[in-house]
């Protein structure tokens, strides 16, 4: 069972900043490739939009286009972390980011498909307005 706890979201005008972290509560956090998706306001509760992943060891990465120089997913298998650093935020990227933790024998990033991840946090979120 691995319990995931997001943090760092907020209120930021356009062109600003936000770090978001996620905290896991396991043993086994080098086994599991992370990845954070986000569900914007109205969308079907059923859809999470792919955001970033990083594999096991954080030596792979893999975005979605539009975040694709903007967006940084990182992790800290010491700390039990993974971070997303968010930059030149835009008002569409307002959402709930929700971690996600998918088991792996691969070192590949993970899954870009949410129903691949057995194990969510509860969101936090991002609001980017003037």
């Known amino acids: 069972q691995v319990q995931l706890v997001e943090s760092g979201g907020g209120l930021v005008r356009p062109g600003g900043s936000l770090r978001l972290s996620c905290a896991a509560s396991?043993?086994?956090?080098?086994?599991?490739?992370m990845a954070w998706f986000r569900q914007a306001p109205g969308a079907d509760h059923e859809e999470h939009e792919f955001?970033?992943?990083?594999?096991?060891?954080?030596?792979?990465?893999k975005y979605a286009d539009s975040m694709k120089g903007r967006f940084t997913i990182s992790r800290d298998n010491a700390e039990n972390t993974v971070a997303l650093q968010m930059n030149n935020l835009k008002p569409e990227d307002s959402a709930i980011y929700y971690c996600?933790?998918?088991?792996?024998?691969?070192?590949?990033?993970?899954?870009?498909?949410?129903?691949?991840?057995?194990?969510w946090g509860q969101g936090t979120q991002v609001t980017v307005s003037s």
């Open positions: 955001v970033a992943a990083i594999s096991k060891s954080g030596s792979n990465t």
């Open positions: 996600a933790a998918q088991r792996r024998e691969d070192d590949n990033s993970g899954s870009a498909f949410s129903r691949f991840y057995r194990y």
């Open positions: 396991t043993n086994s956090f080098g086994i599991y490739a």
